[in-house]
């Protein structure tokens, strides 16, 4: 999470460079996400369209004509356009008062829209629920439906009615996920070199041949600062699965961890004035599926639901890398749509969690898990469990980057080194871009070095990614 210095703000100058970094509560404040998203308990935060809204209207994305990047930086604010009023059929709209019943999400297999909504109706009337949202994933080519359970009945065995249901191809509670970050013990006095993770991973070499030019990442997370300096022309579309409340969205912009996710990524290659991104040329998906749930909070939440229909959108707009610097449950829905992404060969990188049980979508196989390491003091970080066969490393400490209005702070979390490793990925797409996932990992552990485990873990080591190296390789020479 964000550095805590209250009421600091550091000016810095290295080597001709001018940096302020920002305090947490210069980063903005929340926006107008319904109240029952910011306040529901974990497995709840509706907020949607109605039934059969296409996914470009849910999303309100932006598609700038001519080069996306160019156009991107000098859109208006009202590329962010509200979503479509949901159809008179879709029932009450989403966003429930507190202390409404938990909520379920089924899917229907491929069907005509007139059958999805007979069936929707008879499931409705036989176990008693009530529709908040439905919409196709195009994707899956299926319909997926949220309903507010009843109150009286244990959701566990609603679950079970529902999964046994022949009409109903998947059942499983709206499930909480959480952005990736961590308390940063002591940042020092600022004598560390601003961007240390580029030293360990060898960047500036790697950046002689690749900076992912034209490779698109889809970061689903909060909304992205598009407006700061290090962003300008490096977001190519918009997506705003979150504050679909049918007004402007006024807090996209101002949301602190996608934005710094995106700096990590993307930061603007010789810009007059801030830091370099793993990627600098990449095209960035800035997929809004997480929101702060207090004003000018760095951590973010998210749900099932708003990450299942930005993952269908990344898929169907052509992305080719997802990034999730965020971690929870296994959850079925978006399992179904990781693994539809890993066979349309998108790379998919994801945080480390806090222990295995909340380790998801890093567990799932063929994703790219990736735990922090501490590059200025050696070892690992921040994982405080054995962790999953194939987990890669990256620094994950003290990681310098963007923050709203146009200021920058130090940021501590598996997140940032998700977003490094999806960095890296790109640089390689760029030169290989037929490589399939299952390359890519091979690839980082066989140019990766090996680092400990931190003091008082289970012994081992783990494999942490050297972009000049996995580069190099992939062309065929060494990293000098």
């Known amino acids: 999470m964000v550095c805590p210095r209250p009421g600091a703000i550091a000016w810095i100058a290295p080597a001709g460079l001018l940096l302020c970094l920002a305090c947490s509560g210069a980063a903005g404040t929340a926006g107008s996400v319904p109240a029952s998203l910011a306040a529901t308990s974990a497995g709840s935060g509706i907020g949607a369209a109605g039934a059969d809204a296409p996914a470009a209207a849910l999303a309100a994305p932006t598609e700038p004509a001519g080069d996306p990047a160019a156009a991107a930086a000098t859109a208006p604010r009202t590329a962010l356009p509200a979503p479509a009023p949901p159809r008179a059929a879709a029932g009450p709209a989403p966003g429930l008062p507190q202390g409404s019943s938990a909520q379920v999400m089924i899917t229907l297999a491929p069907a005509p829209p007139p059958i999805w909504d007979q069936i929707t109706l008879d499931l409705e009337r036989t176990y008693r629920l009530r529709t908040l949202a439905a919409w196709s994933m195009e994707s899956l080519g299926e319909r997926c439906i949220v309903f507010e359970a009843p109150a ?12 046994s249901d022949p009409r109903v191809e998947l059942a499983q509670p709206v499930q909480r996920f959480v952005t990736q970050d961590a308390n940063v013990a002591n940042v020092g006095s600022l004598q560390v070199p601003l961007q240390h993770s580029a030293q360990a991973l060898r960047l500036t070499q790697a950046h002689r041949w690749a900076t992912g030019k034209g490779v698109r990442i889809a970061i689903i997370d909060t909304g992205v600062d598009f407006d700061h300096p290090e962003l300008r022309g490096r977001i190519a579309r918009t997506g705003n699965f979150v504050e679909l409340d049918g007004r402007g969205d006024s807090s996209f912009s101002t949301d602190i961890h996608g934005t710094a996710v995106a700096g990590v990524i993307a930061a603007a290659l010789n ?3 801030g830091l370099v991104g ?22 973010a939440v998210c749900d099932s639901y708003t990450l299942s229909k930005a993952i269908d959108f990344a898929i169907t707009h052509g992305a080719q890398i997802l990034n999730f610097s965020l971690a929870g449950p296994p959850d079925p829905m978006i399992a179904k749509l990781v693994a539809v992404a890993l066979g349309r060969g998108i790379v ?15 567990t799932q196989p063929g994703v790219m898990g990736v735990a922090g390491s501490d ?46 490793v999806s960095g890296v990925v790109a640089l390689l797409l ?4 037929k490589m399939t996932p299952l390359q890519v990992a091979a690839l980082f552990h066989r140019t990766a070095h090996a680092i400990p485990a931190a003091p008082g873990e289970p012994p081992g080591s783990i494999d942490q990614i050297d972009a000049c190296a996995a580069l190099a390789a992939s062309l065929g020479g060494g990293c000098t």
Do not use: N
């Open 152 to 163: 009286d009945r244990p959701i566990e065995a609603l679950l079970r009615r529902l999964a």
């Open 271 to 273: 810009a007059h004035i």
């Open 278 to 299: 793993v990627a600098p040329q990449a095209q960035v998906f800035a997929l809004k599926a997480c929101w702060q749930e207090r004003p000018g909070a760095a951590a």
């Open 348 to 362: 998919v990188v994801a945080a480390d969690g806090p222990d295995a049980a909340r380790s998801f979508p890093a």
């Open 375 to 420: 590059d200025l003091q050696g070892g690992l970080r921040f994982p405080t469990r054995r962790l999953a066969a194939g987990t890669l490393a990256a620094p994950g400490v003290d990681i310098l980057t963007t923050v709203p209005h146009g200021h920058y702070d130090f940021f501590s979390g598996a997140s940032f080194a998700a977003a490094q």
């Open 430 to 433: 760029e030169r290989e871009p």
